[in-house]
């Protein structure tokens, strides 16, 4: 009976030990048997390996900007949305796990700030990975270029450690770019060939439990005067933490000194968003108004503050108020529909 234990588990520690190609099914059987062996084709799922508040590091070869990180935004079951910082720009990117097919639905350059994608249109659909995942498959992108795998069980080493990889060329007038997925973990090295010249990005080390972190300028009233006022806060979002709730918990704490509240105590922000008119629309509940309590000049400087903080964050001029899906108005201020506030930075004052 011992001998039979030990052969079934040199059998079993054999079989996770083979090739990536396969993954295997052991199924149990009664009495003193082998087990049975069935083996599956590797899919998708096995290399779209994103992990929730984790943070990816790629240390970089022959360019500047081929060292990143990426980090986790927002994670379902099916899609991602993934943060690239290279040092010189942030790029949001979401793909989607569907049909056979690893699919880049959205890129968007200079996103500094932090919004769910996962169901936005798609602006720039680009087949990552596709099924099955075996040496020939091949498809054309959308721009003409030719991709295929071209490999599969590629030994690559990164600083992190060796895998066995499935090797996907990317062809183009350009040069030839190599993706190397391992599973469970995904993108572990990227290299861009062109004539003698090689770019390299390679996985160097995963850090858990990290979380976005980004210094935003928040700014208050002074009934003293009338300047504005702000400061830098840093707020940190784990992945799949909803921004406005977090954006409205900053608003509501004060600095140090003689400065005003911004939000009530039950104010809440019911929607907030940057739309495609490139003007930020941000809904609060009633409380907004009711707790105000300001004269005009006061409350005019309250929502200046509201438009900086949150123009600000989104990198716009334009902040479109609304109260419970009406335009902003009180007996001192009142907003046509469609009609936003401006960003206003003149006579601002950074608090030391």
Avoid at 188 to 193: A, C, E, I, Y
Avoid at 312 to 341: C, L, N, R, W
């Amino acid at each position: 009976m011992k001998k039979l234990l030990l052969i079934t588990s040199l059998i079993f520690s054999l079989l996770l030990l083979s090739s990536c190609a396969k993954k295997n099914i052991v199924k149990p059987v009664e009495g003193n048997k082998v087990p049975v062996v069935t083996k599956l084709p590797i899919t998708i799922k096995d290399y779209f390996s994103f992990s929730e508040n984790s943070e990816y590091v790629y240390e970089g070869k022959g360019n500047e900007y081929a060292s990143y990180n990426v980090i986790i935004d927002y994670l379902t079951e099916d899609r991602v949305q993934v943060r690239t910082n290279n040092g010189g720009t942030e790029v949001v990117k979401v793909l989607e796990n569907k049909d056979g097919k690893l699919t880049m639905l959205l890129s968007r350059a200079e996103c500094y700030y932090r919004e769910n994608l996962l169901q936005s249109p798609s602006n720039k659909e680009e087949i990552l990975l596709k099924e099955p995942l075996v040496k020939g498959t091949t498809w054309t992108l959308s721009d003409n270029r030719k991709r295929y795998i071209s490999n599969v069980d590629v030994a690559i080493t990164t600083p992190l450690g060796t895998y066995k990889t499935l090797e996907v060329t990317t062809e183009s007038k350009e040069g030839k770019n190599l993706d190397y997925y391992a599973p469970n973990i995904g993108l572990v090295k990227t290299s861009f060939v062109l004539n003698s010249n090689e770019i390299t990005s390679s996985l160097s080390k995963i850090v858990k439990d990290k979380a976005f972190t980004q210094t935003v300028k928040f700014y208050y009233p002074n009934a003293n005067d009338d300047k504005l006022y702000f400061v830098g806060k840093q707020l940190s979002f784990k992945t799949n933490d909803i921004t406005k709730i977090i954006l409205e918990s900053a608003l509501k704490e004060l600095p140090k000194g003689d400065f005003g509240k911004v939000l009530g105590p039950s104010v809440k922000i019911k929607s907030l968003y940057l739309n495609k008119d490139n003007t930020v629309y941000v809904d609060f509940t009633s409380e907004l108004v009711s707790e105000m309590n300001a004269g005009s000049g006061y409350e005019g400087e309250i929502l200046q503050c509201l438009t900086n903080t949150l123009g600000g964050y989104y990198g716009v001029d334009k902040v479109y108020i609304t109260v419970e899906g009406s335009p902003y108005s009180s007996g001192h201020i009142i907003m046509k529909k469609g009609q936003a506030f401006t960003v206003d930075y003149k006579n601002n004052v950074e608090i030391k």
